[in-house]
């Protein structure tokens, strides 16, 4: 008996009345009994749209023509809005956006977490273009171009997006696409180099090469010479992060300021760091009114990285203990807070999915406590948060799932009230949600 053959998707476009955006950015609507995403679709419009997938509970669709378009739909600035993957909301005027965003954390916190906050925070924004000061981008040698891609994955994310340049990016690299494919053609590792990070300080940036073959002499000349001429340091990464060091120039580093309270943090190319600067200083200084420390308290900061909050609120609080898993990011810290002349900081190396109840620095008791998780959320640790005493709790989300989650947890199992709440548009035109949460004991 032969391969049972696979069902082919009907060429006839389906026409979508859409009714919402999904959390990745794509028109909801049904047909028949059946949900169906649709990318390029806004809520309000009715499309016909082309089918690219199906599945048992939902089918997945892209906008071929509008039928009914909506009032927020606005011409994408970005030519290549339509094929490349960076971008999932160009389309959607950008306080639309926002409002879109301000409703998810809505949604999540009341359908996941069943809890609403007090108040609701006015929603924190900046300037929607330039933006990004980090970003892991896709290269690709392809035969029929003669060249490198460099960029965002196409929307379907198999290939890369061939564009010429990219408007959310940090300037350095926004305008320099084109040029990095020239680079990267002209080495004779050309087809051998996955991706390119970048990374922009206040002052510099700083592009990161991963390459699967070594490099050969000429290589290496080509990159101190591109180096020089476009005023971006080079390194190299063979194998993992720790095979990461620096090409060119002989001496390097990235920094930026946090300038409302005197701070300066250097960090490496592949260290976190918030991706918008603009919107990581309004955070900081919402992060301060919100947790409010004063001058006796103690603050506890959960997943501190090299310093980003630890150090800001060390300018207000009487002592911050920050705890981050990542012992290369302590260190940051640590230099972060010598460089500054800050003596009231300590930093310890913690896998926070554990029981640290023992630690000696938790038996110190907090008066605040600050949680910066992963996307994954910090579940683990709210019993911990709990037992440290702290009368106020401030946490910052990069997914508003699991802060709705464990804000759940942190009403239900652990005597807080949930305050306030409200989002951080850290990543314009796409659809990533960051928010804040405060919680007080009950």
Same mark, same amino acid.
């Given at each position: 008996?032969?391969?049972?053959?696979?069902?082919?998707?009907?060429?006839?476009?389906?026409?979508?009345?859409?009714?919402?955006?999904?959390?990745?950015?794509?028109?909801?609507?049904?047909?028949?009994?059946?949900?169906?995403?649709?990318?390029?679709?806004?809520?309000?419009?009715?499309?016909?749209?082309?089918?690219?997938?199906?599945?048992?509970?939902?089918?997945?669709?892209?906008?071929?023509?509008?039928?009914?378009?909506?009032?927020?739909?606005?011409?994408?600035?970005?030519?290549?809005?339509?094929?490349?993957?960076?971008?999932?909301?160009?389309?959607?005027?950008?306080?639309?956006?926002?409002?879109?965003?301000?409703?998810?954390?809505?949604?999540?916190?009341?359908?996941?977490?069943?809890?609403?906050?007090?108040?609701?925070?006015?929603?924190?924004?900046?300037?929607?273009?330039?933006?990004?000061?980090?970003?892991?981008?896709?290269?690709?040698?392809?035969?029929?171009?003669?060249?490198?891609?460099?960029?965002?994955?196409?929307?379907?994310?198999?290939?890369?997006?061939?564009?010429?340049?990219?408007?959310? *990016?940090? +300037?350095?690299?926004?305008? &320099?696409?084109?040029? /990095?494919?020239?680079? #990267? @053609?002209?080495? %004779?590792? =050309?087809? !051998?180099?996955?991706?390119?990070?970048?990374?922009?300080?206040?002052?510099?940036?700083?592009?990161?090469?991963?390459?699967?073959?070594?490099?050969?002499?000429?290589?290496?000349?080509?990159?101190?010479?591109?180096?020089?001429?476009?005023?971006?340091?080079?390194?190299?990464?063979?194998?993992?992060?720790?095979?990461?060091?620096?090409?060119?120039?002989?001496?390097?580093?990235?920094?930026?300021?946090?300038?409302?309270?005197?701070?300066?943090?250097?960090?490496?190319?592949?260290?976190?760091?918030?991706?918008?600067?603009?919107?990581?200083?309004?955070?900081?200084?919402?992060?301060?009114?919100? *947790?409010? +420390?004063?001058?006796?308290? &103690?603050?506890?900061? /959960?997943?501190?990285? #090299? @310093?980003?909050? %630890?150090? =800001?609120? !060390?300018?207000?609080?009487?002592?911050?203990?920050?705890?981050?898993?990542?012992?290369?990011?302590?260190?940051?810290?640590?230099?972060?807070?010598?460089?500054?002349?800050?003596?009231?900081?300590?930093?310890?190396?913690?896998?926070?999915?554990?029981?640290?109840?023992?630690?000696?620095?938790?038996?110190?008791?907090?008066?605040?406590?600050?949680?910066?998780?992963?996307?994954?959320?910090?579940?683990?640790?709210?019993?911990?948060?709990?037992?440290?005493?702290?009368?106020?709790?401030?946490?910052?989300?990069?997914?508003?799932?699991?802060?709705?989650?464990?804000?759940?947890?942190?009403?239900?199992?652990?005597?807080?009230?949930?305050?306030?709440?409200?989002?951080?548009?850290?990543?314009?035109?796409?659809?990533?949600?960051?928010?804040?949460?405060?919680?007080?004991?009950?």
């Amino acid at each position: 008996m032969g391969r049972r053959q696979r069902r082919r998707l009907p060429a006839e476009p389906i026409t979508v009345a859409i009714s919402d955006l999904s959390h990745d950015g794509r028109g909801v609507g049904r047909v028949g009994d059946k949900a169906v995403f649709v990318h390029g679709a806004l809520p309000g419009e009715v499309v016909n749209a082309r089918l690219i997938a199906r599945n048992r509970r939902f089918d997945e669709a892209v906008c071929t023509e509008l039928v009914q378009a909506s009032a927020e739909r606005v011409e994408p600035p970005c030519p290549w809005f339509e094929q490349c993957g960076g971008c999932a909301l160009q389309h959607l005027e950008y306080a639309a956006q926002v409002r879109f965003k301000h409703k998810r954390l809505v949604d999540n916190l009341e359908r996941i977490g069943g809890v609403t906050p007090r108040e609701w925070l006015e929603p924190l924004t900046g300037t929607p273009w330039g933006y990004r000061r980090r970003a892991r981008l896709s290269a690709r040698w392809v035969d029929g171009k003669g060249r490198v891609l460099v960029g965002f994955r196409e929307k379907q994310g198999r290939f890369v997006a061939d564009v010429g340049h990219c408007r959310v *990016l940090h +300037p350095d690299f926004g305008q &320099r696409l084109e040029s /990095l494919s020239n680079l #990267l @053609g002209r080495l %004779s590792v =050309a087809d !051998a180099v996955p991706q390119i990070e970048t990374a922009s300080g206040d002052a510099g940036s700083a592009i990161v090469i991963r390459h699967l073959r070594p490099l050969e002499p000429a290589d290496l000349m080509i990159l101190k010479g591109w180096s020089d001429e476009e005023g971006i340091a080079v390194y190299l990464q063979s194998k993992g992060p720790d095979t990461v060091h620096l090409l060119w120039p002989e001496q390097h580093q990235l920094d930026y300021r946090i300038d409302d309270l005197d701070l300066t943090l250097n960090f490496h190319p592949q260290d976190f760091v918030q991706v918008n600067a603009e919107m990581n200083q309004k955070l900081i200084a919402r992060a301060i009114e919100l *947790l409010a +420390p004063g001058p006796s308290d &103690r603050v506890l900061d /959960l997943f501190c990285g #090299l @310093g980003n909050f %630890s150090l =800001a609120l !060390a300018r207000f609080a009487a002592t911050v203990v920050g705890v981050e898993g990542v012992a290369s990011l302590i260190d940051a810290a640590r230099a972060n807070a010598a460089r500054n002349g800050i003596e009231n900081t300590r930093f310890e190396v913690a896998d926070l999915s554990e029981d640290v109840s023992a630690t000696d620095w938790f038996q110190m008791q907090f008066d605040g406590v600050l949680i910066d998780p992963p996307r994954s959320g910090a579940l683990e640790i709210l019993p911990v948060v709990a037992a440290s005493g702290a009368r106020r709790v401030l946490y910052v989300s990069c997914n508003p799932a699991t802060l709705a989650r464990d804000a759940g947890a942190l009403v239900r199992d652990h005597g807080y009230g949930l305050v306030s709440a409200g989002i951080a548009d850290m990543f314009p035109h796409t659809a990533h949600v960051e928010s804040i949460a405060l919680f007080e004991r009950s």
